[in-house]
């Protein structure tokens, strides 16, 4: 029981309690054990001296009792004993005579001190007396005794016991503190070891343990040996945990008692067959799976139960899910005793294997019907060049009925000659052995149907998964046909496909040889260009087939009238060049392009119609002009435009006068260019109104230019300059972006106005003109589209028709309004105003601010306004400088206008406020239009009902045309013809209102 009891409370002390318990017990030990032999030695010694002391004491007696003794003094024999007994250390002394006699004489004093007890205890006890005889002269007269009292030394004895207690004690202090300063140390280190440990033991396993840098090697040691072992244990556990979860996503696995009811089932198995596991726990995992597996069945269990283990795929099919396969392994789990206490299923999804398997089974069908229907003939060989492959069309070519057939063969088998057989053999050990393709090299092949074709074949190298080659891949093709056409381009690459003609390229070619034969001969020759005068207008009016013809039939009179060696090329449209070789003189180049002019002249019949037309001819000289191909034809193309200048029909030769003038040309676009880099142009707008609303409906954006030193120019003074150079498409890219940036801060100001910006003929007609306004669009989202309006000039839609016509439409279907500007001072077709697809149109300016004296512009005016309305269009009048202007466009029916009468250009920011104080002139809003000059019937929506203004056209009523024609004045030009149209639209009426136009503002 006490055994027990000191059990428990050993138990209950902590380790702090138990290594200072220890550690008192044997300081104190050994305190104890030193004090007591050090002070038991010093009893034994001070005993003897005791001893020793009163034996002296005693022989010094003897000799004074043995001197009275022989006298008989006794009275002297107790003096001496007195005087012995008077010693400190001596107890009594008694002297026995020999007849017995005794005297004793004591000196023992009472002794209460209870400290004795250490004295007493370490002397032993009281010494025994001490006796002597007494003899004199060999003569015995008795005996001495003494006995010694121990007080004094025993209080010496205690005395030096209390001295070396305290200094011991003090001692043991000292030795605990300088002990338990290094061990409370150590056992700090111990406690957070312990608390580390019980950390790691409850799963915080990056529980760790730090050593302080004064511990003792042991203690870093046993530190660094638990951090290892954690790192250690922590590593474990991470690598199991991932082992754990990856084997947990990836398989599944079921426990079953031996009946076969689920127990347990992991949740991969939930996400692979779509059940809960709370579904399948305790049923029968033949439930499960798909009937007539050989584990579901009873034989199988009790054989799986047994100890035979099952391994296979089975289905299963959850309810409303795809089916999915699962490869099992079924294991029964044994005990001690060896029987089966469990079952372990373990599985893996394998239907996406399967799938991937039927997807490879389809994919191989789909390679064989793939490789049945491709053109090109396939085959793979083996280092032996033994047929391992091929697809249908070359079995076929081969001879064999199906690839199968052909698998096994060689080229010595199949239906080749010998000669060719050793061909592809060596090919392919040539492809074998170097490791390097051989690609696409073409060679003639006799066909079986006799005919001699181009084959084209192909072989590759087969690698291995170790890259050793191990066979061929072969292909060839019949392209006979392509490379006819290979011909074919390569012709059309140095000649015109229209007329057959040599193109640019080849005529630049032909140049560079002309000019190195002239320069080694000293010859001279020449280059002529020609440019067909009106062909434009021909074009568009018979059509593009009869165009084409027209220019066929031209190209064959120029070679007709060439000698040979001559070239004549076509560098597009109706541009034609000349190369003249070996020409004496000047004269012989004019009768030369007198033939050209002459064979251009005559009548070409066109269908049923004979068609007329004249060239312009430009001529330079080598080498009097250049000596450069280049150069050559850019001064023959300039003396081209001097011919169209002096009224077409004719010829010039360049001169230095014209050289001047093309690089004076080439100066001003030159400084044009500087300026738009150099932030000189600037842009001012014009307000449009509604003179009877006085609502400021829009602005047209107009270009400047702040010439350092030369003031402002207008457009007039700078854009014709640049009108036939590409310069003028970044300018008018520059005008597009600046304008809608203008009209994105009037849209914020709240300021909703169109904004109206001028395009050229040639940045309309460029390749990037829609993607650069579709960019200029997002890059200012603020402008809705339908306020972008853009204003070509009637002359730029007539270059090219169809696609300005093209382009518009593609505008106006994102929302872009088109304006047909300065109407009236072109060609003014009514078949081109129905075929643009514009919004606008605008009466030129030098119409309207004369028609107040002039009739003839008047008349204009009035019939522009007519043919707007038959058309649909919104019309809008320039150049109104008066209020009189105004209120006769009113009288009209023209509402829209602009002019210096209205606003002068102003700069952009001036705009908000110059609305803020408009205010038109009050007789405008009491002008009424006047029904004398209303419109004839049928124009502007007011014919008869149900007859739109298209159908009076189509139905040839030019009643309300002929109305404007005669009221125009004698004198001014009036044409009308009633023409086929093109396009299938017979009795088309064309109608021109011209009159050369006044410089633009």
């Known amino acids: 029981m006490a055994a027990a009891l000191f059990g428990g409370v050993r138990a209950r002390l902590s380790l702090r309690t138990r290594v200072g318990l220890v550690l008192f017990v044997a300081v104190a030990a050994f305190v104890a054990v030193f004090l007591w032999a050090s002070l038991s030695s010093r009893g034994q010694d001070l005993r003897q001296e005791l001893r020793e002391s009163g034996r002296t004491s005693l022989s010094l007696i003897e000799r004074t009792v043995a001197e009275q003794a022989v006298i008989g003094d006794y009275s002297a024999i107790q003096q001496a004993l007195e005087a012995g007994a008077r010693r400190p250390d001596v107890d009594s002394v008694s002297f026995v005579d020999e007849r017995g006699g005794i005297l004793t004489v004591s000196n023992r004093d009472s002794h209460s001190d209870a400290s004795r007890w250490a004295g007493r205890l370490l002397l032993g006890g009281a010494p025994e007396p001490v006796e002597q005889e007494v003899r004199l002269g060999g003569h015995g007269y008795g005996v001495l005794r003494l006995e010694m009292d121990p007080y004094p030394t025993e209080l010496r004895l205690h005395r030096a016991f209390v001295t070396q207690a305290s200094v011991s004690a003090v001692a043991i202090v000292v030795v605990l503190v300088l002990t338990w300063i290094p061990l409370r140390a150590n056992l700090r280190f111990l406690l957070r070891l312990q608390e580390a440990a019980q950390r790691f033991e409850a799963g915080d396993h990056e529980a760790r343990v730090a050593a302080l840098p004064s511990s003792a090697p042991e203690l870093r040691r046993t530190a660094e040996a638990f951090n290892a072992m954690g790192d250690r244990i922590e590593a474990l556990v991470a690598a199991i945990s991932e082992e754990r979860r990856a084997v947990d996503a990836a398989a599944i696995i079921l426990e079953t008692d031996l009946e076969g009811r689920i127990t347990s089932a992991n949740r991969r198995f939930a996400e692979s067959t779509g059940r809960p596991n709370v579904e399948v726990f305790g049923r029968l995992l033949a439930d499960v799976l798909e009937e007539g597996s050989e584990v579901t069945t009873p034989g199988g269990w009790a054989e799986t139960v047994a100890g035979r283990s099952f391994r296979g795929e089975v289905r299963v099919e959850p309810a409303g899910g795809a089916t999915v396969w699962l490869d099992l392994a079924v294991t029964p789990i044994r005990g001690r005793d060896g029987r089966a206490e469990r079952v372990l299923v373990i599985g893996f999804d394998v239907t996406a294997e399967r799938l991937a398997s039927e997807e490879l089974r389809q994919s191989r069908q789909m390679l064989r019907l793939v490789l049945d229907n491709i053109p090109q003939l396939v085959f793979w060989k083996d280092r032996d060049s033994i047929y391992l492959g091929c697809n249908r069309n070359f079995s076929s070519a081969a001879g064999r009925g199906a690839p199968e057939e052909v698998i096994g063969l060689s080229d010595l088998d199949l239906p080749w000659s010998e000669t060719e057989a050793e061909s592809y053999r060596q090919d392919d050990r040539q492809v074998m052995e170097t490791g390097e393709p051989k690609l696409r090299f073409v060679e003639t092949q006799l066909m079986a149907d006799g005919r001699l074709a181009w084959v084209e074949t192909s072989k590759v190298p087969l690698h291995d998964a170790a890259g050793n080659v191990v066979g061929v891949l072969g292909t060839y093709e019949d392209v006979t046909d392509r490379r006819i056409a290979e011909k074919r381009i390569e012709y059309l690459a140095f000649h015109d496909g229209l007329t057959g003609l040599p193109n640019r390229s080849l005529l630049e070619d032909r140049l560079s040889q002309a000019i190195a034969t002239s320069r080694r001969h000293g010859k001279t020759f020449a280059v002529l260009f020609v440019d067909l005068d009106g062909f434009k207008g021909i074009n568009d009016r018979l059509g593009h087939e009869p165009g084409d013809e027209l220019l066929k ?391 008869p009902p149900g007859r739109p203004p298209d159908r009076i056209i189509e139905n040839q009523d030019l009643t309300p045309i002929r109305g404007v024609l005669r009221s125009a004045p004698e004198g001014h030009e009036k044409r009308g013809a009633r023409d086929r149209a093109p396009l299938g639209m017979p009795g088309l009426f064309r109608v021109s209102l011209t009159r050369t136009s006044r410089s633009r503002r």
């Open 553 to 943: 039939e031209m190209a064959h009179r120029l070679l007709g009238v060439v000698r040979e060696g001559d070239t004549v090329a076509r560098l597009g449209g109706d541009e034609f060049v000349l190369l003249l070789l070996e020409l004496g003189s000047r004269e012989d180049v004019a009768t030369a392009v007198g033939r050209v002019l002459d064979a251009v002249r005559v009548p070409t019949p066109v269908g049923d119609v004979p068609v007329s037309i004249t060239a312009s001819v430009g001529v330079s000289l080598y080498p009097a002009d250049g000596t450069d191909g280049d150069a050559l034809l850019r001064y023959a193309d300039v003396a081209m435009y001097h011919a169209k200048e002096r009224g077409r029909d004719g010829y010039q030769f360049f001169d230095r006068e014209m050289a001047r003038a093309f690089r004076g040309r080439h100066r001003d676009v030159e400084r044009i260019r500087r300026a738009l880099a150099d932030g000189e142009l600037f842009l001012v707008y014009q307000p449009t109104v509604n003179m009877r609303t006085g609502a400021v409906v829009g602005a047209e954006a107009l270009i400047r230019w702040q010439e350092p030193g030369r003031g402002v120019k207008l457009p007039a003074e700078f854009l014709p300059e640049i009108e036939e150079s590409d310069l003028i498409v970044d300018v008018g890219t520059w005008v597009l972006e600046e304008a809608l940036a203008r009209a994105e801060s009037w849209q914020a100001a709240g300021l909703d106005l169109r904004i109206g910006v001028n395009v050229a003929a040639r940045q309309i007609q460029h390749p990037g003109f829609l993607a650069t306004l579709e960019a200029a669009l997002a890059r200012h989202p603020g402008v809705p589209r339908s306020r972008l309006d853009l204003e070509i000039l009637e002359t730029t839609a007539l270059d090219d028709v169809g696609l300005v016509q093209g382009v518009m439409t593609h505008c106006r279907e994102s929302g872009v309004r088109f304006c047909l500007d300065d109407f009236g001072t072109g060609y003014s077709s009514l078949s081109y105003l129905k075929r643009l697809p514009v919004d606008v149109v605008k009466i030129d300016q030098g119409f309207v601010r004369d028609m107040l004296e002039d009739r003839e512009d008047l008349a204009i005016v009035e019939g522009i306004l007519s043919m707007a309305a038959i058309f649909g269009r919104e019309v809008i009048a320039e150049g109104v400088s008066t209020v009189a202007h105004g209120a006769e466009l009113l009288r009209h029916g023209c509402e829209l206008a602009q002019g210096y009468g209205i606003a002068r250009p102003m700069p952009g920011d001036e705009i908000p406020g110059w609305i803020q104080d408009w205010i038109p002139d009050p007789s405008w809003a009491r002008t009424t239009t006047d029904a004398r000059r209303a419109r004839p019937a049928g124009f502007g929506g007011l014919g």
